[in-house]
């Protein structure tokens, strides 16, 4: 999932932050009587956009990157797929 916002800065600590809680690597929280780990599996930061692959992480996950955003003062934030969009919608 791409979000697209109008920041002129990501909020470095408050990412970090969610990113931390979000993203598993040492799986130290890992539950093995889970169905899922619960975790997403990557994030790319660019200037105005984050590439997120949510993986099986809680839907909390991307309303708290929605809430981070707009704490941070974006006004404008576009929710697209990560995948190259196709003119064919059959493909």
Excluded: N, Y
Aim: aromatic fraction near 8%; charge should be negative; charged fraction near 25%.
């Amino acid at each position: 999932m791409v979000i697209e916002h109008d920041l002129a800065a990501l909020p470095a600590e408050s990412l970090s932050r969610w990113f931390r809680l979000w993203f598993d690597p040492q799986d130290e929280r890992h539950d093995e009587t889970a169905e899922f780990s619960g975790v997403i599996h990557s994030m790319i930061a660019q200037p105005h956009s984050i590439s997120i692959d949510f993986g099986t992480a809680d839907p909390e996950a991307f309303w708290d990157m929605l809430q981070l955003l707009d704490d941070a003062g974006a006004t404008r934030i576009r929710i697209g797929s990560s995948r190259a969009e196709s003119a064919d919608p059959d493909q």
